[in-house]
C-alpha cells in the first residue's frame, strides 16, 4: 500500500512542528525518515495515523483517507514507550491479541525469545531497548501491511538491532510497506530502499539511497595559486554548495560529478578528486546550514 | 551460490553496484560457473541484509548485461555463455582498477612517461619476467 502526504502542516500553538511536508511513500519497500531532533519525524507519523489532527494537507492511502478498515492494517511503535508498568509481557501479548483481528500471539512470543525477552517480567523491569523490543515484537505480530515505526532500534545492543532491521526487510519482501525512522544513519543506508531527509518541519531531500550515492559527490580541487577564479563553476545548477579554503576548493555536486571535474581542471586546478558521499555525509550536508554557493561566490569577488 | 558476498553499506559506492561488483568478479574468478543458480531476489536481501528491490535492481542490471537470466518461476542463473563471459569480466576488472589508478596519477600531475616508467616497475612487481 502507497502512502501519499501532501502539503501537511501541524501547529502547535504558534511553532509548525510539520509545515508543507510532501512525501511519496511506495508499497513493498523500506522507507527511511531521517532528521535531526525536533525535525517534525514523530509528529508526521502521529498525522499519518490520525493520532494528531492535521491543521492542513493530506494524507493518502493508496488513493484514499484513512479508514478504520486501513488502520487496523497498520501497526505502529511509537518512540517513547507505551507500554503498561504494572503489567507484564505476555499481558501486553494478551491485550494485543484482544484488540487487533490478525494478531498472532505465538508470532509475538517466538519474536520476544529471539530478542531474548523473559515474557513473565512486569514492564516497569524492564530497559529502555527490553521496551522497544516488546512493542516491536508486538507491531510485527500484527500481520500488518503498514509497519510504521519511529526509532524501533532505540536502545537495543547492536544483535538486536540487526534483528530488527532483518524483520523490516522481511515484511517488504512479503509486499508489505516499512516507514521507519532512526538516528543510527547506517541502519537506513542498510535497509532502507527510499528516504526522505526532514529539517524544521520540510523534506529537505528525498530519492532512493542507492541513486543519492552514484549522483551525489564531492569535487575537489587544489590551485597552485591562493589568486584564483572558479570561473562561475559554483554557480553551476548541479553545484549545491562550494566550500573554500586558501587554495583548496570543495564542491558539492548533485549530478555530473565527472564534468564538474573537468570544468575544475580547465580553470586551473590540480589533483582534481571526485570523492563518494555515504549517507551520513549526504544527510549531514542536507541538514547543516553550512557555506552557501552563494557566499563563496562573494568570497570569489573579493579575492 | 558463494556465501562471500557481503555488502558495505556505508561505502559511498551504491549497494546495487556493490551486488553486481561483486557477482561479476565471483564469475571471473570461476566461484560462480555457468548455469548456476542464484539466490532468489527475497534470500539474498535477507541474507544481506538490505532491501529486496536493491537486490531486485542488481539483478535487473545483470540481466540487461547478459551476465544472468532468470527463468519466470525457477529462478536466475549465471548464463550459459558465463563461462566464456569470465575473461572478458576479468578485463572489465583490470580495467576498472587501471581507470582509478591512471586518473589518480593524472590528477597529481604526472606525466605519460612518468606513468609508463611506474607501470613496467609495478609490472615487474606482479609479474614474472617471462610472461609477456
Known sequence: MSITITNLRKVYGKAAAVDGLSLEIPGASVFGLLGPNGAGKTTTFKCMLDMARTTSGEILYDGKRLEPATFERIA?????????DWMTVEEHVEMNRRAFKNFQAPRAFELLATFNIDRRKRARTL?????????????????????????????????????????????????NSVVFSSHQIGQVERAAEHIAVMDRGRVVLQGLVDDLKADRKIVEGIFPDVRFTLDGIANDPHVARADRTERIVRLLVTSGADAIASRLTAAGAVGVRVLDLNLEDIFLYAVSPGTATADVVATESSS | MPAVLTVDP???????????????????LGVLQAGEQLPTVKQLAVDLTVNPNTVARAYRDLERDEVIATAPGRGSFVRADGATESPKVAAEIGGDALDVALREAKSVGLSRAEVRELFETALGRWYDDLEK
Not at chain 1, 76 to 84: A, D, G, I, W
Not at chain 1, 138 to 166: W, Y
Not at chain 2, 10 to 28: D, F, N, T
Open chain 1, 76 to 84: 505502529y511503535v511509537p518512540e517513547r514507550s507505551v507500554l503498561y
Open chain 2, 10 to 28: 556505508r561505502s559511498g559506492v551504491p549497494i546495487y553496484l556493490q551486488i553486481i561488483e561483486q557477482i561479476k568478479r565471483s564469475i571471473a
Open chain 1, 127 to 175: 530497559s529502555k531497548g527490553m521496551k522497544t523490543a516488546v512493542m516491536v515484537a508486538n507491531a510485527f505480530a500484527r500481520n500488518a501491511e503498514i509497519l510504521v515505526l519511529d526509532e524501533p532500534t532505540g536502545g537495543l545492543d547492536p544483535i538486536n538491532q540487526r534483528h530488527v532491521l532483518s524483520l523490516m526487510i522481511n515484511e517488504a519482501a512479503k509486499g
